[in-house]
């Protein structure tokens, strides 16, 4: 202040000023000529005037001593930058703070006068420009604690398993093995972890009050909010989980997707109901005692990683899907389903609307997109062309597909339950198939169930009439209902089926099985029944007989051991009724006859045909030859 330095000080000033006032007064009081009124007067002014110089004298030296203690403040700070002082002694910048306060507070409130205000500021001045450097200090302190005490997830704990699967539309998809979910384990009875020390939580807090209390809460929040907001970003690089614009997910390819996805699932999961449950309790413990600002840290720090998911999720809605991506749209909603409670806590302040909003739509995206994907679904197995015979009349790999697909799809059956409630259409078949089932109970999924398996049914229908061979198409139906039962019956897929689902397929392919045998052997039995035999008794006759039997059951072999029925149990059923029907006709016509039959004519044993037969629906062609 070298403008100040030729002038009295404004104390010394007033001092000369109460001085000459009380000489004037002295000198007036002895006067002799003034009544005793005014003399008493007189004595009362210098005696106010003479307390006035004490007061002045007492603050004026009071004023001195403020600005010695202020120096020595300023001299601690300035040795604490100068050596340096470790961060680990900030309980030196905190007993700073306290004097600084103390030191301003008592300046702003005492002034010697009107003159001397310009001292005070100064000194005033001088305090605010140290606590700067006190603040400055403190947020280093701040941000140094908080990268040096950050805490991480044990990679166990972030282990998220999906149940979804990767369907395989072809020939070579035989089955579905289900998985089992394994949720993550907690490390405290409210699903929270220590995303820092717990050792320098007071250590934060006590920042945070002395620098709350300085009107320097606008730059611990900054702080703050910035280092916590790095550190769940280093969790989306441990989550590999990469910031994708929604363009750039709507070009990628499913198959760089479908990893992606499932990364992001264990995200979401991890993320929500593990790191910003416990971010957001971190907040509360260091900023709790400071109204709603924990709060608004909250969203700021977890904001930004919140909708780069939901943009990520938003990309997957929006394209258009084939069946086979509907397990991960599944799962995707499943997750979101999930945590949408812990989304609305979270953010459960107005300022988040938009965040639950943005989050619920979201929701209902998924919903919609996979309603439309399993209609379409549904639409597919209808549409499927029917243009070229299934080799050896085998089980399809559409039946292989659409029921391992089904058998997936219930282990969503809480879910889709609730977005297929309006997807059920009136279809009088499947109607039928629920409408003596008193033991099950009647739900969206289970008639949508249903209503596949019809119209699979229906598309078979249209492929076994490409057989030009009338056995084959129904062992070829025979094959397809078989593994539809057996599938249902096998799995979870019974509880949404039910017993008068299972009674009336399991009718339907024996029915088929009858069919064939009737189409394959009555005309070969007729050439062996006792009324052809008896009508033309005579040994020319016998002998055209065991020769058209030979002829024909020799096409039957050479045809039928090139058919396939894949299940065991199946085939051996069917070998054994069509063995007990030849066999017993054979052995009886043979034995009627066997003084009219001669030897030559025969050219197979019983026991030749029995073996024969057991080489018929093995899918390899072969000839047969006479013993």
């Known amino acids: 202040m070298e403008e100040h330095k030729p002038m009295t000080t404004i104390c010394e000033q007033d001092q000369h000023m109460v001085a000459a006032a009380q000489n004037i007064l002295k000198g007036l009081a002895s006067s002799k000529s003034i009544s005793n009124e005014l003399r008493k007067t007189l004595l009362d002014l210098e005696i106010q005037l003479s307390t006035m110089s004490t007061i002045n004298e007492r603050k004026g030296n009071g004023i001195k001593l403020l600005e010695r203690e202020l120096q020595f403040v300023e001299d601690r700070v300035k040795s604490l930058e100068t050596n340096h002082i470790s961060m680990a002694s900030s309980s030196e910048y905190l007993k700073l703070v306290g004097e600084i306060q103390t030191l301003t507070q008592t300046l702003q409130q005492n002034f010697c006068s009107v003159n001397e205000k310009w001292k005070h500021k100064e000194l005033v001045q001088r305090a605010n420009e140290v606590m700067q450097v006190v603040m400055s200090k403190l947020e280093e302190e701040l941000v140094q604690i908080l990268v040096q005490n950050k805490q991480y997830f044990e990679l166990d704990y972030m282990l998220f398993h999906s149940n979804s699967v990767d369907m395989v539309y072809d020939e070579s998809y035989v089955s579905i093995e289900d998985e089992q979910i394994n949720e993550t384990s907690r490390s405290s009875d409210d699903g ?42 280093e969790y989306f690089v441990i989550l590999e989980i990469e910031k994708l614009s929604i363009e750039n997910v709507l070009n990628m390819e499913w198959y760089s997707l479908n990893r992606r996805i499932k990364k992001w699932i264990q995200a979401m999961k991890i993320i929500v109901q593990v790191y910003l449950v416990s971010e957001k309790r971190l ?66 302040e107005e300022v988040d609307s938009f965040v639950r909003e943005e989050f619920h739509k979201l929701l209902r995206n998924f919903g919609d997109s996979i309603k439309s994907t399993f209609l379409a679904f549904r639409y597919a197995i209808a549409t499927n062309p029917s243009n070229k015979c299934f080799p050896q009349g085998g089980v399809h790999h559409l039946t292989r597909y659409v029921m391992n697909y089904i058998k997936a799809l219930v282990e969503y059956g809480d879910s889709l339950n609730l977005l297929l409630i309006d997807e059920v259409s009136t279809d009088p078949t499947a109607s039928n198939d629920n409408s003596e089932n008193s033991n099950l109970s009647y739900c969206s999924l289970a008639c949508n169930l249903r209503q596949i ?43 949404f089926f039910g017993d008068y689902w299972l009674r009336r ?55 039928q051991t090139g058919w396939s029925v894949v299940d065991t149990e199946l085939r051996e059923d069917l070998q054994i009724s069509v063995s007990q029907k030849v066999i017993h006709a054979y052995r009886s016509f043979t034995g009627r006859n066997s003084s009219d039959i001669d030897e030559k004519w025969i050219k197979y044993s019983v026991d030749d045909l029995q073996c024969c037969i057991l080489d018929l629906f093995q899918g390899s062609s072969k000839s047969l030859h006479h013993s």
């Open 283 to 348: 907040c509360k413990q260091v900023l709790g005692n400071f109204g709603s600002v924990y709060q608004i840290c909250f969203s700021e720090i977890s904001r930004c990683s919140i909708f780069h998911l939901l943009n990520f999720g938003e990309a997957i809605a929006m394209r258009t899907h084939t069946t086979e991506n509907l397990f991960c749209l599944l799962d995707m909603y499943e997750v979101l389903d999930h945590v949408a409670m812990d989304i609305d806590i979270l953010f459960i």
């Open 453 to 495: 398996t019809t119209t699979l049914e229906s598309n078979l229908c249209n492929k076994s009439k490409l057989y030009t061979n009338e056995a084959l198409q129904h062992i070829f139906m025979m094959n397809n209902i078989h593994y539809m039962v057996q599938k249902v019956k096998h799995s979870n897929l019974c509880n």
């Open 192 to 233: 929270t972890i220590d995303l820092v020390n717990p050792s320098v939580l007071e250590d934060l807090k006590s920042i945070a009050k002395a620098m709350f209390g300085s009107n320097y809460h606008k730059e611990f929040c900054h702080v703050f909010i910035a280092s916590r907001k790095y550190a769940l970003d």
């Open 505 to 559: 397929r399991v009718g339907m392919f024996q029915n088929y099985a009858r069919s064939y045998e009737k189409v394959t052997w009555s005309s070969i039995l007729s050439m062996l029944s006792d009324e052809s035999v008896s009508t033309c008794g005579t040994k020319r006759t016998l002998k055209k007989k065991c020769k058209d039997f030979s002829v024909a059951f020799c096409e039957v072999y050479k045809t």
